[in-house]
């Protein structure tokens, strides 16, 4: 038979009760204490981190700000006589270019869905400064009777547009169609601007020279167009959708300005860079990396800056079909340079809106 050890009595039965009890609160501490241990390793570790984060925000600070801040644009241009329209001018990038062109003295009108919001921030462009001509007119691009009727009173009441800024843009928001069954990010920000585009142009001939910028993004570089599901009805991902409509306006701006060649009408692209605005409203995880790296960030003025440089800058008179960040050119995706591409979604576009521009 195997030897089996027999079983010790237990504690108890023959350590007295006083002994006993500080025997188990000491085992109790021992075993509090080595877990404790690593848990306040790491909160020390925790405190340590932030606190060096905390320090160096503090040291360089100023010096990321600066960074982040990107170019300014530096020409002096007076816009005394000329007129200028933005698209989605209430709020963000929109709102600052147009404070900054109503202080060089342009007439600008703010093109806005929400009438009220497009006030209030008239008003405080106007506070800033009493001379502003700034004024809102009503605009949904996620309409194209709105599109066309803004057009048409546009038409009857303003004898000359010199600047264009098609700047009005959503991003990630979910699966959403505009009035017209169009998916929203190419609907609102392709579609719509390709339709009122075509509707101005003639006036924008008429008062050349002038200027017509379209508000891209770095994104474009992820999107393509896709062809056969344009309104991602086969599958839908907001983060693509987005993409896509960015590419197309780039796509967008190169085709205009080959066709407009001749024309004294010019037109490029803008990225703005990454800035601290609420288009990230649908996307809650965006909307928390933005409130965190906010000081890596453009403020939307900052942001304004590349669209103010292309509307002004007396450099650029007859640059046309380039794409600008910081004030500068910047790269294209070699699928925002491919003609066919431009042909092809120029032709879509016209088909889906039922105009013809040639
Ligand atoms: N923020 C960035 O980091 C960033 C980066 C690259 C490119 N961009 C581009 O910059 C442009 C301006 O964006 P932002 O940052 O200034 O964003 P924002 O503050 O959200 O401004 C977007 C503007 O577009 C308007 N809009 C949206 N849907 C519209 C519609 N159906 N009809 C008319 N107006 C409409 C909005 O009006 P409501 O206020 O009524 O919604 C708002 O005035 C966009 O084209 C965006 O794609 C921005």
Redesign the pocket.
Known sequence: MPFAAPPSPPLRSFLPRHQLFFLLQNQRLLARQSTNLPRTMLLVFIIAGLGAVTLLVVLFGPHIRNFAAGAVCKSPACLDGKTVLI??????????TARDLAIRGARVIM????VA??EEAAASIRAAYSKAQVEVRE?????TC?IRSFAQEFLRDVDRLHILI??????MCPYTK?IDGFE?HI???HL?HFLLTSLLVGLMKRSAPARIVV?????HNFGWVRFHDLHSQGSYNSGLA?CQ??LA?VIFARELARRLKGTNVTVNSV???????????HSTLMTIF?TVFSMW??T?RE?AQTSIYCAVAEELHSVSGKHFSDCAPAFVAPQGRSEETARRLWDVSCELLGIEWH
């Open positions: 698209t989605g001018a209430n709020t963000g990038i929109g709102k600052e093109a806005c869905r929400d919001k497009g605009l949904d691009l996620a309409d709105s098609n700047n009005a843009g959503v991003m505009t929203m609907g609102v920000n719509g508000v891209s993004s770095l994104a987005y409509s960015k306006n990225h703005p860079g990454t800035v601290n605005s609420d288009l990230t409203r933005m960030l453009k939307p942001g």
